[in-house]
């Protein structure tokens, strides 16, 4: 079974310019969480989507972050326009339970897009 | 505001001794998950554990939890190379919906 992908694996761009990144899900997940590692410091969740939906969109940073998620499959989070602060490494994650408390909710993890903003 | 603390940030290790990464949390949580990560790798889900008392072992790794203390253990025992990673817990709370709440990370590094 395919695990979590994402793409880019490493994107280098200057301050102002537009950087998307794609997150493929486990297939049959319907949760999708994306998150942010930034400096060494703790991973900080950004949203979370259950199948096209956005459900809790409250850990994004600012509005020129937008989180899309096509017919409920793959995500992109796109960040214009990119700022310093912005570089860190952005994980996404899917888990396949429907509710809290549900076993199925343990979250996969891609490996994760390394973005440098220059 | 729920946070969860680890320590310590960075452990080095020789091989065969036994050490323990710890982590705190702050409120009340539902469960406590163990993740490692190998450097450009996915994060890896280690232990899931629900309820005080809980104790999960895999290997050379046990994990444990305290939900009075808030605290979870990660008891590291006769250390071999192949566990050099950066480890992290997470905490999540029906209160929060299912995200995770994420300590800053364990880099453990094993010496020969």
């Known amino acids: 079974e395919a695990g979590v992908t994402q793409f880019p694996s490493h994107s280098v761009i200057e301050k102002g310019q537009t950087v998307t990144l794609r997150c493929d899900p486990i297939?049959?997940?319907?949760?999708l969480y994306w998150y942010r590692r930034v400096m060494g410091k703790e991973i900080k969740f950004l949203l979370h989507?259950?199948?096209?939906?956005?459900?809790?969109e409250s850990g994004m940073p600012n509005n020129r972050f937008l989180a899309e998620r096509t017919g409920g499959t793959y995500s992109t989070l796109k960040v214009q326009p990119a700022e310093l602060e912005d570089s860190g490494v952005y994980f996404c994650?899917?888990?396949?339970?429907?509710?809290?408390?549900?076993?199925?909710?343990?979250?996969?993890f891609g490996a994760g897009t390394r973005l440098s903003v220059l | 505001e729920l946070k969860v603390e680890q320590n310590p940030l960075f452990l080095s290790m020789q091989e065969g001794k036994n050490y323990t990464i710890y982590c705190n949390y702050s409120?009340?949580?539902?469960?406590l998950y163990w993740y490692r990560q190998d450097p450009g790798k996915s994060l890896e889900s280690l232990f899931v554990?629900?309820?005080?008392?809980a104790v999960k072992q895999e290997g050379r790794l046990m994990a444990s939890l305290d939900t009075k203390a808030r605290l979870s253990t990660l008891h590291i025992t006769a250390a071999v190379h192949d566990l050099s990673a950066t480890y992290f817990c997470?905490?999540?709370?029906?209160?929060?919906?299912?995200?995770?709440?994420f300590g800053e990370g364990t880099q453990l590094t094993v010496n020969p």
């Open positions: 994650a899917s888990s396949q339970g429907k509710r809290h408390g549900d076993s199925r909710n343990i979250q996969y």
């Open positions: 297939s049959g997940h319907d949760n």
């Open positions: 989507f259950v199948k096209e939906s956005k459900q809790d």
């Open positions: 409120t009340t949580s539902d469960r």
């Open positions: 554990l629900l309820s005080n008392g």
């Open positions: 997470a905490v999540d709370m029906k209160t929060s919906g299912s995200r995770l709440t």
